[in-house]
């Protein structure tokens, strides 16, 4: 019998700089602290608490510690659900006027998605929803890349037909 999962409680990352990340966390991403473990270097981080305790800690890493290599055996990457294509384009403004490194902003068919370096060089993602009525008429496999958005995400072109998130 197969363990029963109901979904992905939290994230733990390791950081360089506890306050450099935790400005990162919570003025960029505008995830609130929501708890501390000072003695062993945790910060806790949710939107909201009651839906779950934390979404992400952060913990300070020893001294001297690597950062992360992008082809080394490990968690690629997590990702936040957004609830609009208009919170997406917000989410991609805040990144650009923090000067918070872009990996690619994509349209997946399930999704549409900016992925991005926290300051440690972790990757991240976040995305918003594209409903299945949309995304089947215009891509066969839901989770393929099917383009770069950023003339979307700047709003100097409307989301293509087939590619509408709400």
Same mark, same amino acid.
Do not use: W
């Given at each position: 019998?197969?363990?029963?999962?109901?979904?992905?409680?939290?994230?733990?990352?390791?950081?360089?700089?506890?306050?450099?990340?935790?400005?990162?966390?919570?003025? +960029?991403?505008?995830?609130? %602290? =929501?708890?501390?473990?000072?003695?062993?270097?945790?910060? #806790?981080?949710? @939107? $909201?608490?009651?839906?779950?305790?934390?979404?992400?800690?952060?913990?300070?890493?020893?001294?001297?510690?690597?950062?992360?290599?992008?082809?080394?055996?490990?968690?690629?990457?997590?990702?936040?659900?957004?609830?609009?294509?208009?919170?997406?384009?917000?989410?991609?403004?805040?990144?650009?006027?923090?000067? +918070?490194?872009?990996?690619? %902003? =994509?349209?997946?068919?399930?999704?549409?998605?900016?992925? #991005?370096?926290? @300051? $440690?060089?972790?990757?991240?993602?976040?995305?918003?929803?594209?409903?299945?009525?949309?995304?089947?008429?215009?891509?066969?496999?839901?989770?393929?890349?099917?383009?770069?958005?950023?003339?979307?995400?700047?709003?100097?072109?409307?989301?293509?037909?087939?590619?509408?998130?709400?």
């Amino acid at each position: 019998m197969a363990i029963k999962i109901k979904r992905t409680g939290h994230l733990v990352l390791k950081v360089k700089d506890l306050e450099r990340s935790r400005r990162f966390f919570t003025e +960029v991403l505008g995830l609130p %602290v =929501v708890g501390e473990a000072p003695q062993a270097g945790f910060l #806790f981080f949710s @939107p $909201d608490v009651e839906a779950n305790h934390h979404v992400l800690a952060i913990r300070q890493a020893p001294e001297g510690a690597r950062t992360p290599e992008p082809n080394d055996i490990g968690m690629e990457h997590v990702a936040y659900e957004l609830e609009s294509f208009a919170d997406l384009q917000e989410a991609y403004r805040i990144f650009k006027a923090n000067n +918070v490194r872009l990996r690619h %902003v =994509v349209f997946h068919g399930v999704t549409k998605s900016i992925y #991005f370096y926290d @300051p $440690d060089g972790n990757m991240l993602e976040v995305y918003c929803n594209v409903p299945p009525d949309e995304y089947k008429k215009s891509v066969k496999n839901p989770y393929g890349l099917y383009g770069d958005i950023t003339a979307e995400l700047e709003g100097k072109e409307q989301q293509r037909p087939g590619t509408v998130a709400p």
